[in-house]
């Protein structure tokens, strides 16, 4: 199977992602759940306020990472790329859907944006490539790589 296959199921099956974030030379890293869409873009909901969210608004090139096998062998993702508010209704509409059937969560999101009355945002991560790390499907120990721009 393509790398670029297994990247995009593995992306539908994770749950949870880990986003680094930089400040002054002094990396940070929270976990949020995350949703992807049909372009392997992330997306999730996080307070402005937040210590990532005010420096993704500051310096928007970020990291994740995404386990999605934890015990032996292992799975998991990592991409880099940049991240950035998402203010437009029809993409907030059509993610939101997907978010709350995954996570069972944030289901007043989408009517309390439309009426000004959400605290939290939709963030989306762009990214410029991944990286696999899958011991199931390539027993070789080597990381692969995708490069999506």
């Not at 393509?2 to 990396?27: C, F, H, N």
């Not at 907030?92 to 945002?121: A, C, P, W």
């Amino acid at each position: 199977m393509e790398v670029e296959d297994l990247i995009k199921r593995y992306l539908g099956q994770g749950r949870a992602m880990q986003i680094a974030t930089m400040r002054d030379d002094q990396p940070w890293v929270c976990t949020v759940y995350y949703i992807e869409d049909e372009n392997q873009n992330l997306y999730w909901l996080s307070l402005p306020d937040r210590r990532h969210s005010r420096e993704i608004a500051k310096h928007n090139k970020i990291a994740v990472a995404i386990p999605i096998k934890v015990e032996q062998p292992v799975i998991g993702l990592q991409a880099e790329g940049v991240a950035a508010i998402v203010a437009d209704v029809a993409v907030i509409s059509k993610i939101m859907e997907r978010y709350t059937e995954r996570h069972k969560v944030g289901n007043d999101f989408y009517n309390n944006f439309l009426t000004g009355k959400n605290q939290h945002v939709l963030y989306r991560f762009i990214p410029t490539n991944f990286g696999l790390f899958d011991e199931v499907t390539f027993n070789d120990g080597v990381r692969r790589e995708w490069i999506t721009s």
